[in-house]
């Protein structure tokens, strides 16, 4: 597998700024672009950016003006942009190319795979940072690290060219043996902490803080296990406790992305998480009520922040 020499990454939000600035300042701007269509291109081309108060400048394009195969796409999107952005990839990849979604969830890969080959496609999730987004601003204290590893045979020449890029953009990993059990963890954590932020209208440190919301969200985790294991994941109890010490280093200030999505004003990404956790629930005959009341409790609150 050749060396991967340029990237391009779907989706601005907090983690396609957070690494793309660093493969950016480590391994150059003109490795680095961002895809997007030609409407929100035309809305975002002149925008500048800050991460840490720290002015940078990214390349975009769209799909049309990118005229050889990429070496590597990641895919930064939120879950109702998964689709979208799985269209876009059309043109700009080959056979060689490698694909990443670092999207919160366990289904993204499967998506993206309806119409890439899933040999090309590494499982990978982020997990540990706390960056926020305000507009063009991006601001974290803790960068946090991906965890990567093969789904399919014959994925290892392709996480050995990852790994070796990863190195050079001074972006931190680790590669799991067992990845899909890594992604199912950091599912509960996000079933957990993004969902209970939102329902509590509060941040890490008032979900992680002792009181009724730190217990419906441990319940809610706990939910996730049950399922889980239905689905032959093993998930435990001491899994949970260290996802909670991870959520307790984070600055309690900060809000998990969907809490922001609130404040924002956007719809959130609560099927990808109570949503994914009810279905496998239904299919599995188990009960998940405090998923479901989050759930329930989250759409009555998009529809009175969005209209919709």
Same mark, same amino acid.
């Given at each position: ?10 989706? /601005? ?74 269209? /876009? ?24 795979? %309806? ?58 990993? %680790? ?14 954590? &996000?079933?957990?902490? &993004? ?27 706990? %939910? ?85």
């Amino acid at each position: 597998m050749k060396q991967i020499e340029n990237a391009v990454i779907v989706g /601005m939000g907090a983690l396609g700024l957070l690494f793309g600035e660093k493969i950016q300042k480590n391994i150059g701007k003109e490795h680095l672009c961002y895809l997007m269509d030609a409407e929100r291109r035309q809305r975002h081309v002149k925008d500048v950016y800050t991460v840490n108060r720290e002015e940078i400048h990214f390349r975009t394009a769209t799909p049309e003006q990118i005229s050889t195969p990429v070496d590597l796409v990641i895919v930064a999107t939120k879950y109702g942009g998964l689709r979208d952005a799985r269209d /876009m990839l059309r043109n700009v990849v080959s056979e060689d190319t490698i694909l990443v979604s670092l999207l919160n969830g366990i289904t993204s890969e499967e998506i993206l795979a %309806e119409t890439i080959p899933r040999k090309q496609i590494l499982n990978a999730v982020a997990i540990g940072m706390d960056a926020v987004r305000d507009g063009t601003a991006l601001s974290y204290e803790n960068e946090g690290r991906w965890q990567i590893g093969t789904a399919v045979p014959g994925q290892e020449e392709r996480l050995t060219a990852l790994t070796a890029f990863l190195d050079r953009a001074g972006i931190a990993y %680790e590669v799991c043996e067992d990845i899909q059990r890594a992604m199912w963890n950091k599912f509960m954590i &996000n079933v957990g902490i &993004n969902q209970t932020c939102m329902v509590y209208e509060t941040n890490y440190g008032g979900a992680t803080a002792q009181g009724p919301a730190l217990e419906e969200m441990k319940e809610a985790m706990r %939910e996730v296990i049950r399922i889980a294991a239905a689905e032959n994941v093993v998930l435990t109890a001491e899994d949970l406790e260290k996802d909670l010490n991870i959520l307790r280093s984070l600055n309690p200030e900060l809000f998990p992305s969907m809490r922001q999505d609130a404040l924002a004003g956007r719809k959130s990404e609560v099927e990808l998480f109570a949503g994914t956790v009810i279905r496998l629930a239904e299919k599995h005959g188990i009960s998940v009520p405090v998923n479901t009341r989050y759930y329930e409790a989250i759409q009555a609150m998009e529809k009175h922040l969005t209209g919709k």
